[in-house]
């Protein structure tokens, strides 16, 4: 069974960068849809950005242009370059695949805490 593992959260100050990384564990090279999503205290998880087996990729409108995904398939890793770090990116961090387009059930990490300071 995949199991995820991230790693680079952090505390930066307004404008800084961090890169967020997440290991898939296991042997599986394939998977449909990567992504990381976020949780702000008191408000519900969204979607940060998703990459595609296309290659295909989309992000949430408070990100775009400032955060970049990227997966590497023989590393079974998914990053997300975050820049431009506004105190509003708040959040802890989830990273999530979805390991078919036909599959009933999605694997989450377990979040990591990103923390921008004004």
């Known amino acids: 069974q995949v199991q995820l593992v991230e790693s680079g959260g952090g505390q930066v100050q307004a404008g800084g960068s961090l890169k967020l990384s997440c290991l898939l564990s296991?042997?599986?090279?394939?998977?449909?849809?990567m992504g990381w999503y976020r949780q702000a205290p008191g408000q519900q998880r969204e979607l940060v950005a998703n990459?595609?087996?296309?290659?295909?990729?989309d992000y949430a409108g408070a990100v775009k242009g400032r955060f970049t995904i990227s997966r590497d398939t023989a590393k079974r890793t998914v990053d997300l370059l975050m820049n431009r770090l506004q105190p509003d990116d708040t959040a802890v961090y989830f990273c999530?695949?979805?390991?078919?387009?036909?599959?009933?059930?999605?694997?989450w990490g377990q979040g990591t805490q990103v923390t921008v300071s004004s």
């Open positions: 990459v595609f087996d296309s290659g295909t990729t």
């Open positions: 296991g042997s599986a090279t394939y998977f449909y849809r």
């Open positions: 999530n695949v979805r390991p078919s387009y036909f599959a009933t059930s999605e694997i």
